[in-house]
């Protein structure tokens, strides 16, 4: 059974488990995603997914609607594609919920991390400083970038730049506590994104159990 959603990041709590054990936990609001299209291996794309739409819009252009036709309910904003082992046997114009979830279901969380801004190799990147005494001309700047003979700076240098803000998946997470009423996955530990993000939740059904 394919089981994941989108769902919107709330932010972290902590609850009690029935052995009085206290986790801390994400809270992600995954309300249901109506599936729009499904992608098989044997189409033109070569792999397996499936479209969904969720979140409400009040203005949606044309083509935005038109991709909706198949689908009652009208048009989501958002549209997002989720891949995985069984999506393409999923039905058109049926809804993923937070139900497909259990209590103690593995998963990986991707989103997009928080932006910090432009940072140095130190911060970025975990580099050791120089020498802080009077004399030295190196305190946090980065030593050398390799060989010179290329006359330019090879791809993959660790070098300053923007941190953050880029595609992050935290794998091996455990769903705490599943509420479907209000459509509310627990989710434990952190992952990764601002309160208000977008995030994926998909089941690890191969995970390792003694990791």
Known sequence: MFKGIFGEKVGMTQVYDEEGVLHPVTVIQAEPCVVVRTKSPQDREGYEAVVVGFGAVKHPTKPHSGQFEKVNGGPRRHIKELRGEGASEVEVG??????????????????????????????????????????????????????????????????????????????????????????????????????????????????????
């Open 94 to 211: 049926s809804e993923l919920t937070v139900e497909s979830f259990e209590q103690g279901d593995r998963v990986s969380v991707a989103g997009v991390s928080k932006g910090k801004g432009f940072a140095g190799t130190v911060k970025r990147h975990n580099f050791s400083r120089g020498p802080m005494s009077h004399g030295s001309k190196s305190h946090r700047r980065p030593a050398s970038t390799g060989g010179t003979d290329a006359a330019r700076v090879f791809k993959g240098v660790k070098k300053p730049g923007q941190m953050g803000n880029r595609q992050v998946t935290v794998k091996g997470l455990r769903i705490v506590r599943v509420d479907p009423a209000r459509n509310l996955l627990l989710v434990s530990g952190s992952v990764p994104g601002p309160k208000g993000s977008i995030v994926e939740v998909r089941a690890e059904e191969s995970f390792d159990e003694e990791i």
